[in-house]
C-alpha cells in the first residue's frame, strides 16, 4: 500500500421496514439495527477507522451509519448526509465520492441499492481478491459493503479504479 493508497467501503443499507410515510422516512427493521453494528464490529475488526462516511440522506441510510458506527465505535460524526445519493445511481454516486477532500485515507459510503451494488462492480478492476469479487457478483443483499483499495486522490478515481479486498454481509 502505497501513501497515496485510499480505502472505500461501499454498503447497501441494512434490513428496513416494508412501510413507513414515504420511501425515504422507512426505518431499520430492529434486525437491520442488530445487522449494521454485526457490520461496524466486522469492519472495526480489520482495523478501518474511517475519516469521513458520506451516507444518504433517508432515514435507513442514517440509521445504519448509526448503528455501523456504534458496533466499530466510530465517531457518528464522521457523516455527510447527501440528499442527491438516496436518488443516485452509479455515475452520480461516483461523482459525489469524486468530491472528498484528499486528506480522506478511508471513505464508508451507504446507500441503496441498485446503485451501491453496480457502483462496487463499477470499481472492481479484476485485481483484487476473486473470492471478494465472486461473492459480491452474487447478490448484494441488505448490509452487504465491498471494500476497496484505491491508488491516488479521490478525484481521479474512475471505472475500474479499485481493487476489492472484501465483500461482507452484516448479520447478527
Do not use: C
Amino acid at each position: 500500500m502505497s501513501d497515496q493508497t485510499r480505502t472505500l467501503v461501499v454498503m447497501r443499507h441494512a434490513k428496513a421496514e416494508t412501510d413507513g410515510p414515504s420511501d425515504a422516512e422507512r426505518r431499520l427493521a430492529g434486525r437491520g439495527e442488530a445487522e449494521a453494528r454485526a457490520a461496524g464490529v466486522w469492519l472495526a475488526a480489520r482495523g478501518l477507522q474511517p475519516e469521513s462516511a458520506l451516507v444518504s440522506a433517508a432515514v435507513r441510510t442514517r440509521q445504519t451509519w448509526d448503528a455501523v458506527a456504534e458496533g466499530a465505535g466510530w465517531d457518528a460524526d464522521l457523516a455527510t448526509y447527501d440528499e442527491s445519493l438516496y436518488a443516485a445511481g452509479p455515475e452520480s454516486a461516483l461523482d459525489l465520492v469524486r468530491q472528498v477532500e484528499d486528506d480522506v485515507r478511508t471513505l464508508v459510503v451507504i446507500g441503496h441499492n441498485p446503485t451501491m451494488a453496480t457502483l462496487a462492480q463499477l470499481l472492481d478492476d479484476g485485481e483484487g481478491d476473486p473470492e471478494a469479487s465472486a461473492a459480491m457478483l452474487g447478490g448484494y443483499p441488505t448490509s452487504a459493503m465491498t471494500v476497496l483499495e484505491v491508488d491516488g486522490p479521490w478525484s481521479d478515481l474512475d471505472e475500474a479504479g479499485g481493487r476489492v479486498v472484501a465483500f461482507h454481509v452484516g448479520r447478527a
